[in-house]
């Protein structure tokens, strides 16, 4: 069956780094455009960050941009969140999303399939 798998998250210190993962199984990844999300509590799902699988361009959430990077492994089904430069506002549930569009969309209705999601708290 189609599933995304969402790990690497965790409790670090501001001004750290996690590194996220999103293992894809059940789909041509090679075709599919993924997208990463995130929710804090209380808070609606906010876009972080996406990656097509047509150019493999990406596009960022201005309050990311700089401090985060989404690169994609397609011999490994995989795409990958370098977070870094962390803040305690980037304390949320982050989940992958996957997509058949070509195109940067930061809109979560354009994603058909999402994972659970994993949990980054940063402590100031």
């Known amino acids: 069956q189609v599933q995304l798998a969402e790990s690497g998250g965790g409790l670090v210190q501001a001004g750290g780094s996690l590194r996220l993962s999103c293992a894809a199984s059940g789909l041509t990844f090679s075709s599919y455009t993924m997208g990463w999300f995130r929710r804090a509590s209380g808070k609606e799902r906010e876009f972080v960050g996406v990656?097509?699988?047509?150019?493999?361009?990406?596009s960022y959430a201005n309050s990311v941009k700089g401090r985060f990077t989404i690169a994609r492994d397609n011999a490994k089904n995989t795409v990958y969140l370098q977070m870094n430069s962390l803040l305690p506002a980037d304390t949320a549930v982050y989940y992958c999303a996957a997509t058949r569009s070509a195109f940067l969309t930061s809109r979560p209705d354009d994603f058909d399939l999402w994972g659970q999601g994993t949990q980054v708290t940063v402590s100031s």
């Open positions: 990656i097509t699988w047509s150019t493999g361009g990406t």
